[in-house]
Nanobody, 126 residues
Framework: QVQLVESGGGLVQAGGSLRLSCAAS????????MAWFRQAPGKEREFVAG????????YYPDSVKGRFTISRDNAKSTVYLQMNSLKPEDTAVYYC???????????????????WGQGTQVTVSS
Protein backbone atom coordinates (compact mmCIF):
# COMPACT_ATOMS: atom_id res chain seq x y z
CA GLN A 1 0.00 0.00 0.00
CA VAL A 2 1.30 3.44 -0.91
CA GLN A 3 0.35 6.56 1.02
CA LEU A 4 0.77 9.95 -0.62
CA VAL A 5 1.21 13.21 1.29
CA GLU A 6 1.00 16.56 -0.48
CA SER A 7 2.42 19.84 0.73
CA GLY A 8 3.22 23.31 -0.58
CA GLY A 9 -0.20 24.79 -1.23
CA GLY A 10 -1.17 28.28 -0.17
CA LEU A 11 -2.34 31.72 -1.21
CA VAL A 12 -0.54 33.55 -4.02
CA GLN A 13 -1.26 36.53 -6.22
CA ALA A 14 -1.94 36.13 -9.91
CA GLY A 15 1.32 35.81 -11.82
CA GLY A 16 3.07 34.23 -8.86
CA SER A 17 4.50 30.75 -8.36
CA LEU A 18 4.10 27.80 -6.03
CA ARG A 19 5.74 24.40 -5.83
CA LEU A 20 3.78 21.42 -4.62
CA SER A 21 5.39 18.26 -3.29
CA CYS A 22 4.02 14.75 -2.97
CA ALA A 23 5.91 12.21 -0.92
CA ALA A 24 5.18 8.50 -1.25
CA SER A 25 5.38 6.60 2.03
CA UNK A 26 6.53 3.34 0.48
CA UNK A 27 9.24 2.40 -1.94
CA UNK A 28 8.30 3.43 -5.44
CA UNK A 29 9.84 0.51 -7.30
CA UNK A 30 6.37 -0.76 -8.15
CA UNK A 31 5.06 2.61 -9.29
CA UNK A 32 4.88 3.27 -13.00
CA UNK A 33 3.28 6.73 -13.06
CA MET A 34 2.35 9.64 -10.86
CA ALA A 35 0.14 12.60 -11.58
CA TRP A 36 -1.49 15.72 -10.26
CA PHE A 37 -5.18 16.51 -10.51
CA ARG A 38 -7.16 19.44 -9.20
CA GLN A 39 -10.75 20.04 -8.25
CA ALA A 40 -12.48 23.38 -7.86
CA PRO A 41 -15.80 23.73 -6.03
CA GLY A 42 -18.67 22.48 -8.16
CA LYS A 43 -16.36 21.12 -10.86
CA GLU A 44 -15.07 17.69 -11.82
CA ARG A 45 -11.58 16.55 -10.99
CA GLU A 46 -9.24 17.81 -13.72
CA PHE A 47 -5.92 16.38 -14.91
CA VAL A 48 -3.00 18.78 -14.42
CA ALA A 49 0.20 16.84 -15.08
CA GLY A 50 1.53 13.29 -15.27
CA UNK A 51 4.95 11.66 -15.27
CA UNK A 52 6.24 8.25 -16.27
CA UNK A 53 8.21 7.12 -13.23
CA UNK A 54 10.66 5.07 -15.28
CA UNK A 55 11.71 7.36 -18.11
CA UNK A 56 10.51 10.72 -16.83
CA UNK A 57 8.18 11.37 -19.74
CA UNK A 58 5.71 14.15 -18.90
CA TYR A 59 2.16 14.95 -19.95
CA TYR A 60 0.10 18.13 -19.61
CA PRO A 61 -3.24 19.47 -20.74
CA ASP A 62 -3.24 22.64 -22.82
CA SER A 63 -4.60 24.66 -19.89
CA VAL A 64 -1.29 24.42 -17.98
CA LYS A 65 1.27 23.60 -20.68
CA GLY A 66 4.18 26.00 -20.53
CA ARG A 67 3.28 27.17 -17.01
CA PHE A 68 3.39 23.98 -14.92
CA THR A 69 6.23 21.47 -14.69
CA ILE A 70 6.06 18.03 -13.10
CA SER A 71 9.27 16.34 -11.96
CA ARG A 72 10.36 13.46 -9.74
CA ASP A 73 13.09 12.59 -7.30
CA ASN A 74 13.43 8.82 -7.31
CA ALA A 75 15.71 8.77 -4.27
CA LYS A 76 13.18 10.69 -2.19
CA SER A 77 10.11 8.96 -3.70
CA THR A 78 8.73 12.42 -4.29
CA VAL A 79 7.03 14.13 -7.19
CA TYR A 80 6.85 17.90 -7.58
CA LEU A 81 4.61 20.33 -9.40
CA GLN A 82 6.18 23.69 -10.17
CA MET A 83 3.43 26.18 -11.00
CA ASN A 84 4.36 29.50 -12.58
CA SER A 85 2.30 32.38 -13.98
CA LEU A 86 -0.61 31.33 -11.80
CA LYS A 87 -4.10 32.52 -12.67
CA PRO A 88 -7.23 32.83 -10.52
CA GLU A 89 -8.74 29.93 -12.49
CA ASP A 90 -5.95 27.70 -11.14
CA THR A 91 -7.58 27.94 -7.70
CA ALA A 92 -8.50 24.44 -6.54
CA VAL A 93 -7.59 21.59 -4.25
CA TYR A 94 -4.63 19.79 -5.82
CA TYR A 95 -4.33 16.02 -5.45
CA CYS A 96 -1.40 13.72 -6.02
CA UNK A 97 -1.99 10.21 -7.34
CA UNK A 98 -0.02 7.17 -8.41
CA UNK A 99 -0.41 4.03 -10.50
CA UNK A 100 1.27 0.63 -10.58
CA UNK A 101 0.59 0.46 -14.30
CA UNK A 102 1.63 2.58 -17.26
CA UNK A 103 -1.50 4.58 -18.05
CA UNK A 104 -2.98 4.50 -21.52
CA UNK A 105 -4.49 7.85 -20.66
CA UNK A 106 -2.85 9.89 -17.90
CA UNK A 107 -5.87 12.22 -17.77
CA UNK A 108 -8.38 9.65 -16.49
CA UNK A 109 -8.78 9.59 -12.69
CA UNK A 110 -9.93 5.96 -12.86
CA UNK A 111 -6.43 5.01 -14.07
CA UNK A 112 -4.98 5.57 -10.62
CA UNK A 113 -7.14 3.34 -8.45
CA UNK A 114 -6.98 3.99 -4.74
CA UNK A 115 -3.65 5.83 -4.50
CA TRP A 116 -4.64 9.44 -3.79
CA GLY A 117 -3.31 12.05 -1.38
CA GLN A 118 -5.48 14.14 0.91
CA GLY A 119 -5.14 17.26 -1.24
CA THR A 120 -3.62 20.69 -0.74
CA GLN A 121 -5.42 23.98 -1.33
CA VAL A 122 -4.07 26.43 -3.88
CA THR A 123 -5.71 29.86 -3.98
CA VAL A 124 -4.75 32.46 -6.57
CA SER A 125 -5.99 35.98 -5.94
CA SER A 126 -6.58 38.48 -8.73
Amino acid sequence: QVQLVESGGGLVQAGGSLRLSCAASARTFSLRAMAWFRQAPGKEREFVAGINWSDGGTYYPDSVKGRFTISRDNAKSTVYLQMNSLKPEDTAVYYCTASNNYPENYALPSTYGDYWGQGTQVTVSS
